[in-house]
């Protein structure tokens, strides 16, 4: 059984990881909009990711003999400048990500709750490998700055990704 404290905060993180895959959802249509094809599709990965984070949360609930709540989801921004601006953003929301899950397994361990501080070590590591690629992404934006055939080309590999 989860403890009632624990029960809630795992509860909020399936809407945080719900939240997640909105915004990546509205950055994928947003790019898409703006001729990016093949950064929408990465964001359209994304948001299946984690749309999955957010499946791994509910279950883990149910099979700890607890209730899955599903809250409101908060409205996401609709439109950004330039890739480097979504892509900006995308860094700055796994940052949020990722203390979330730190603070997680902060109460898991608190409460000597084995389970969940085992469940959690996979979101630890997943959250390393996100804010990696986001930032490799970046890296790569910031070197071709605003040239057009830059874009193009790194458009056309980010629309690779689930491919290869
Ligand atoms: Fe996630
Ligand atoms: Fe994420």
Avoid: C
Wanted: hydrophobic residues 40%.
């Amino acid at each position: 059984m989860l403890e009632q404290k624990m029960k809630i905060a795992l509860n909020q993180q399936v809407n945080a990881e719900l939240w997640s895959s909105y915004l990546y959802l509205s950055m994928s249509y947003d790019m898409g909009g703006k001729g990016y094809e093949g950064m929408a599709s990465w964001f359209a990965a994304q948001a299946k990711e984690e749309f999955e984070h957010a499946g791994r949360f509910m279950k883990f609930i149910g099979e700890r003999e607890g209730k899955v709540k599903l809250m409101p989801i908060e409205a996401v921004k609709q439109t950004w400048d330039t890739p480097k601006d979504a892509f900006e953003d995308t860094l700055k929301h796994e940052k949020i990500v990722t203390e979330k899950i730190h603070k997680l397994m902060d109460m898991a361990v608190e409460l000597k709750d084995y389970a969940t501080q085992n469940m959690l070590k996979w979101f630890i590591d997943e959250q390393v490998e996100e804010e990696d690629a986001v930032r490799n992404i970046l890296e790569k934006l910031q070197r071709i700055e605003s040239s057009p055939a830059g874009l193009y080309a790194l458009d056309k590999q980010l629309g690779k990704r689930g491919n290869d």
